[in-house]
């Protein structure tokens, strides 16, 4: 396929493996050059590296990181983009991933204390990940094709309706986390969740017809 036809998705997961790119060469450099590219509540709110909540979204922990997060962004992404459209979908990953890391710095900067670190996040801490934009693609599957089948990644043959799977993850997700205190950006991946919930929900509205043809298609 030649470059210029590609979907929007696929321009997408290239930005992704390029901002990578410049990551690793980056963090080789200086382990601390990640406050040019990851999200930090502390900086945030002092009014510093503001576009940090854009590039987050492009940046990745590590290569299996990454990995992950682009089958699960293929996986969605693509059917995503042929129901909603090219240019809707470009703003809407741009949109949900920043209104995950925005609900997500504004509670660890407002909550993240003590216990309250293991449910919200730490200020301290820096963030990045595609996740919270791909949550918000599950989000918006959840309105407009809630018996749309999900699986979990490495869990084969195990598949459960959207309307069930998605929360289910987010909380299960959630839990673990709490209990072990691994750092993972569940307050990114909520905000990414309700980001899709409320664009669904909004085009639900708008295109009554069309979207009940769309559900009769994906029963």
Sequence with gaps: MVLKNKSALWWIVILNVIFFVF????LFINPDYI?????NAENIFSGKYLWTLIFHMFSHGGFLHLIVNMIALVSLGGLCERIIG???????????GLFAGLLSIMLAEFFGFGFWERVFGSREVYMLGASGAIFGIAGLFVVLLPK???GI??????????????????VVIWIITIISGIGIGNSAHFGGFLAGLIYGFYLRAKYKQKIKLLQRTFR
Excluded: G, H, Q
């Design 35 to 39: 406050k040019y590219f990851a999200l």
């Design 153 to 170: 990644l490495f869990i084969p043959f195990f598949t459960l309706p959207a309307y069930v799977m998605v929360p289910l993850f987010l």
């Design 148 to 150: 749309l089948r999900f």
């Design 23 to 26: 990551e690793i060469v980056l």
């Design 86 to 96: 090219r240019k809707r979908f470009i703003w809407f990953y741009l949109i949900s």
